[in-house]
């Protein structure tokens, strides 16, 4: 029975470890493509996957061969005691996973649109200089609740100080063209 738990613990570990890599690099073995296959609706709730899929089914497996594995080698409990709080164990773990995946994590995931990541009309701050319009200095700005940072020209050809607040009036192979905010807002009838 050992070796039955422990084989079990492996196959668990194993599949669940390509399970995650494949998540993070969407691996296409063949016709067979690991990756990320739980879909996202709006409105953030999970579909098409049930409570017995992939993820859970190797978090079962793992649970259930480590404590099968543990409680042969070292309780006293007799062989079919032992089988069903392996059992217990993996479904613990299963539903521990399934709850984090889908209860937690899943719902607060959404798809970006184009609009949400649009540079132009984006507020930032100078934080490297920009000299004049053949340097490029940076900008700093929020954008989809994160801190981000750009690579950034002056759309006029003058010098921004680090530190004055602009706002991109276009955005083309990943430099960001930038006017001093206080220049938009005087232009303004």
């Not at 709730?45 to 089914?57: C, D, E, K, W």
């Not at 007799?78 to 719902?107: N, Y």
């Not at 607060?108 to 930032?124: F, P, Q, W």
């Not at 430099?175 to 232009?187: F, G, I, M, P």
């Amino acid at each position: 029975m050992d070796s039955f738990y422990l084989i079990s613990f492996i196959v668990g570990l194993v599949l669940s470890l390509v399970s995650v890599v494949g998540g993070f690099a969407h691996l296409h073995i063949g016709h067979l493509h690991i990756g990320h296959s739980a879909h996202v609706h709006t409105h953030g709730t999970p579909h098409g996957l049930s409570r017995v899929n992939g993820f859970t089914i190797t978090a079962f497996l793992c649970w259930f061969g480590g404590a099968g594995y543990l409680l042969h080698r070292y309780s006293p409990f007799f062989a079919s005691l032992i089988l069903l709080l392996a059992a217990l164990s993996g479904i613990a773990g299963a539903t521990l996973l399934w709850t984090v995946l889908f209860k937690v994590l899943l719902p607060r995931e959404r798809v970006l649109t184009s609009k949400d990541t649009e540079m132009t009309g984006v507020l930032a701050h100078v934080s490297d200089a920009i000299r004049d319009s053949n340097s490029i200095g940076e900008i700093i700005f929020s954008q989809t609740g994160a801190r981000r940072a750009s690579a950034a020209r002056s759309d006029d050809g003058h010098a921004i100080e680090r530190g004055a607040e602009v706002v991109v009036v276009r955005y083309e192979r990943g430099v960001a063209y930038v006017r001093r905010w206080e220049d938009l807002t005087d232009s303004i009838p």
